[in-house]
């Protein structure tokens, strides 16, 4: 027996906090980001950029809505495009930080405990970005209200039977859901705030939006139930949403589109995608705050393993796919996934599948989802790939329906890029207002973690 | 001096603790000693501390069950009254009531019923918003949300005498001990 060679369980795992914070510390550290720390030149850098990207997507919708969905290049028969595919893009996005405040809650993984605020916070304007979507697509956005249903002169209503309309629900319940969710969790960090803020603006809006809150025994016990409680609700509410975007594809007969493998394989993905964007966000986070003591590497090592179970479940969902054209016989589906690979889009496929299948594997090796910078790359790369995906289904389906007469091309144009990236620089911007204004990490749930776990920062 | 309009400006008295066991320890005894009206104040909820001062039940699930079965009501009444009874349209005598396409509206709006009472019912419970209360007019209690642990036995309480409850709590290893006084 070797006496050098340890096992690899006995290895000692990367702790959830570094060694040696108190209640006081955490408190301190997390609220002077907040509080105390001046704006300095990064930030105020980063956020002019993004504001200037926010300009240029409010000159794109300006430019939609006086000139139509004609800038764009969706025509006959495709009439999605772009808006559809940023809309799945961005709402599968917003999935992973829901996983990580309520099915990793319910699942008691007290990892989640030092990401979960700013997961939510991504969900919130990933949802916000998506909802932009569908709306000026519509062409007409003022008359989106008639999605509602709402007593008309006209005594007509929606039609419950289509999955664009569950779709409406599903993305309107999903926002305000995980509004409320994130509210519930932000109310003792804000007493917090207000207990520690110096300033009298800092005071009055801290104090109001903390509601009183005064961390009195009983009113925690109240919310650690409602709490679980909304844990309980938005766990089956995320399956769902993307459930039922996937149902925006799957309940139609456009050949790609009609398989029940999408439902899964769209929850899976979606997961995938934001998980990627938690560590895109997390990575920079900890850099520039200097978090790396509460996100430690051990959350980027589970982070980057769940990406790689859900990758697999996606690469799965690919091979299915394939699969089924071929066993159902169907000459329509046979021809689609040959365009797949040999059609006029097949560089979009193997760029997907390079970005979603294959460089993710890299992610079976401790060294490489310990390497900070690689792993940022990598959650870069899969993002790339998960809008690649989307860009495939939409786009590859529509152009090629059951008739050649039917058959198309599309190209996106300037307003379609301009709108695309006016999106991101709205979320990134929303994210640098959002970690100076509010507790990037919850500071509460931070205490009790010190209250949970010994000197070493495990359980 | 055990009516509580005998203490018109005080709210009670607090103790501050250290650790969250010094104040379960404590919580624990007053519950012994007999008081009624005793609330604690902690940086983040300590399991077992609500049971220690008396408070066991809360309405948040059944107010929550309630949010929810409403909003699924509601959803596929919505559905089934648009589609069967207001605006009845008979393609190639489809059903009516096609229950399975309504299922999605229906889950939906059960999650947003339920979610909404969670939120707004523990709220409400809680009485908040609430700007106003008089612990805060101790200035030691802004540390309840940092790294102290606060124990207060109200005025209210049938057993309220100042001195004595004083005692009790330096006795239960408080390291403060400070009236709280209500100035409305």
Redesign the interface.
């Known amino acids: 027996m070797s006496t050098t060679a340890q096992p690899r369980d006995m290895r000692p795992r990367d702790p959830m906090i570094e060694p040696g914070h ?3 510390s955490v ?1 301190d550290k997390i609220a002077a980001v907040v509080l105390t720390r001046p704006l300095g030149i990064g930030w105020l850098a980063g956020f002019a950029l993004t504001f200037t990207v926010v300009m240029m997507l409010f000159v794109a919708i300006s430019w939609l809505i006086i000139k139509g969905v004609g800038i764009w290049g969706i025509n006959i028969p495709i009439g999605w495009g772009f808006a559809i595919v940023n809309f799945v893009w961005w709402i599968g996005i917003g999935h992973a930080g829901t996983l990580i405040s309520a099915i990793l809650f319910l699942l008691n993984q007290k990892w989640r405990t030092s990401i979960n605020r700013f997961a939510e916070a991504m969900t919130l304007f990933a949802v916000a970005c998506a909802g932009l979507f569908p709306l000026i697509h519509t062409g007409r956005p003022w008359m989106a209200y008639y999605m509602f ?1 709402y007593p008309s002169t006209m ?4 039609q ?2 289509s ?1 664009l ?2 779709d409406v ?2 993305v309107s ?1 999903y926002g ?2 995980s509004l ?2 994130w ?2 969790g932000l109310l ?1 960090d804000l ?2 705030l ?3 803020a110096k300033s009298r603006y800092q005071q009055v809006i801290y ?2 939006l903390s ?16 709490y679980l ?2 844990a309980g ?2 766990t ?2 995320v399956l ?1 949403v993307h459930t ?1 975007v996937s ?1 925006d594809f799957a309940v139609a007969i456009v050949p790609g589109w009609h398989t029940t493998i999408f439902p899964p394989y769209f929850v899976a993905g979606a997961i995938y995608s934001g998980f990627a964007m938690v560590l895109t966000l997390a990575i920079p986070l900890r850099k520039a705050y200097g978090l790396e003591d509460f996100i430690t590497m051990r959350h980027l090592d589970n982070m980057a393993k769940v990406m790689l179970a859900t990758g697999l479940i996606v690469a799965y969902g690919y091979f299915v796919e394939f699969f089924m054209a071929f066993y159902s016989g169907n000459k329509f589906d046979v021809f689609l996934a040959e365009q797949r690979l040999h059609g006029p889009y097949s560089h979009f496929y193997f760029a997907l599948i390079l970005c979603n299948i294959l460089t993710p594997q890299l992610l079976w090796f401790s060294k490489v989802r310990r390497n900070v910078a690689l792993l940022f790359i990598l959650s870069l790369i899969i993002n790339t790939g998960m809008w690649l995906e989307r860009f495939v289904i939409v786009v590859i389906s529509l152009t090629r329906d059951f008739m050649p007469s039917a058959w198309g091309r599309y190209s996106a144009t300037f307003w379609d890029y301009a709108t695309f990236v006016g999106t991101l620089g709205l979320f990134t911007m929303l994210i640098f207002l959002f970690v100076r204004g509010l507790p990037a990490i919850a500071i ?2 931070m ?2 973690l010190v ?1 949970e776990t010994d000197e070493g920062g495990q359980l | 001096m055990t009516d509580h309009h005998h203490h018109p400006h005080l709210h009670g008295v607090m103790g501050e603790f250290e650790t ?1 066991e010094q104040l379960l320890h404590a ?1 624990r005894a007053a519950r012994e000693a007999g008081y009624k009206h005793v ?8 399991e077992g ?2 049971q220690a ?1 008396g ?1 066991r039940w ?1 309405a ?2 059944l107010i ?1 069950l309630i949010g ?1 079965v409403g909003g699924g009501l509601t959803g596929f009444g ?2 089934y009254w ?2 069967a009874i ?2 009845p349209m008979n393609i190639a005598g489809r059903p009516l009531n ?1 229950w399975p ?2 299922i ?2 229906t ?3 059960t ?2 019923g ?3 009472f ?2 707004v ?3 409400a ?2 009485k ?6 008089p ?2 007019n101790v200035e030691r209690f ?6 102290r642990f606060f124990l207060v036995i109200e005025a209210r309480d049938p057993k309220f005498d100042v001195a004595g409850c004083a005692k009790f709590l330096q006795d239960s290893a408080a390291r403060h001990v400070t009236e709280v006084k209500d100035e409305q």
């Open positions: 108190t209640y006081a408190t249903p005594g007509v209503w929606p419950f039977r999955p309309i569950w629900f599903a319940t305000t859901v409320l969710f509210f519930v003792p007493a917090t207000r207990d520690r104090g109001m509601m009183g809150w005064r961390n009195s025994a009983r009113h925690w016990h109240r919310y650690q139930s409602a409680l909304l609700l938005a089956p509410l769902s039922v149902f509460a749930e205490r009790e209250h | 969250p919580a609330d604690a104040y902690t940086p983040f909820p300590i501390l609500a001062i408070f809360t948040v699930p929550t929810g919505l559905q648009c589609s207001s605006y096609s396409a309504f999605p509206v889950f939906e709006l999650v947003l339920a979610a909404i969670a939120v019912g523990m709220l419970l809680n908040l918003p609430e700007p106003y209360h612990v805060f802004a540390a309840a949300s940092t790294d």
